[in-house]
Every structure is written in C-alpha cells, then in structure tokens.
C-alpha cells in the first residue's frame, strides 16, 4: 500500500501501513526536546526516534510488549502454549516482563490467524477455518471444527409436480386435490 498524506501548513507527515502491534500505548509524556538513550548500546537518539541510530534496537518499552503477550493469552487462550514455548518460559511472570520485537511480532501473527480462523468458524466456512487452526498447531481445534462440517444438516429441494384439472363448470384449471373450484366454487 502506499503511504497516506497529510499536509499540515508547510510540514508534511507520513502514515505507513505497518503491521505493528495496536494495543500497545506508551502515556508517558516525553517533553520534545528530550533525548532518549538506548538501552542497548548508550547512543542518543531523539523523541521521534523509534529505533536506535547505531544499533537498530526499539526504543519502546520493552514492558509494554509482556503486556500485549498478556492480552493476547487472555483473549485466546488455546494459544498459551505455543505462546510459553516461544518465550522458553514455564509459566508467565507475575509482573511485566521483556519481549523481543521479533517473538512480539510472531505473537501478532498467531493472534491474528486465531481471530481469523474464528470468524471463519462464525460464517461457517469449516474448511478453511480448519487449515487456519492447522496452520497454528492447534490440531484438537481443527478436528472439532471439521466435525461441525460433519454435523450441518443440508436442505434437500424437493420439486413436486402440481397436476391441474379442469373444471366442469367454469373450464377454469384447479390444482389436483382441491375440494372446490377457485373461480366458481363449484365441485370439479
């Protein structure tokens, strides 16, 4: 996609498409003229900078990403444990915790394939909300999602074929097994 912009007087800002993580939001006020230390390497970067000059690294806070893993195991939670074996951890941490750019964006993904494969589910397109399940390694959802696709009665369309008969009276056609004629009530 290409960038959209907006022309603010003479100053001219870009908003990018990037597949970057929504939930997280940093309140803390930065006055503009502050300077912001990596903590990885000590270089100065400015307020706007979101990755160190020399190094690359994010200048976010890293808290904020075990935050976002948080949501994301609380909105799904079949997701636990693929979540867990990525972060090589046992069970999460009590407090805020630090995540990689890198895992937090794979986290991203597999919720996002989740809530995708979810819909899918919900439009009752079993099929391929089963390859998303498949997709993530959750192999008891694709079976339970198929099974649905098992259960779905489907209507059968009967035609039948309407035989009129021909009134004695009027000469009005009656469908066959009418007690009275429409037209003129009279006995066909």
Known sequence: MQPLEKTIGEERRFRCQVRAVP????ERYVPPDAIIICPNCGARN?????LCKRCQASLRDPRAYGRYVRQVIQRHPELRGGILTCLRLSDLPADDFYVSDVVVMNIANWAEKADVAKNLE????FEESARQYEDLGLWADAGRVRALAIRVPTQTIREREIVLVKCRYCGSLNPQGYLKC???GGLP
């Not at 400015?46 to 979101?50: A, H, N, S």
């Not at 919900?122 to 397109?125: F, I, K, V």
Request: charged content about 50%.
């Open 23 to 26: 939930e997280i939001r940093y």
């Open 46 to 50: 400015t307020r706007d900078d979101k």
């Open 122 to 125: 919900l439009a009752r397109r």
């Open 182 to 184: 429409t037209s003129c």
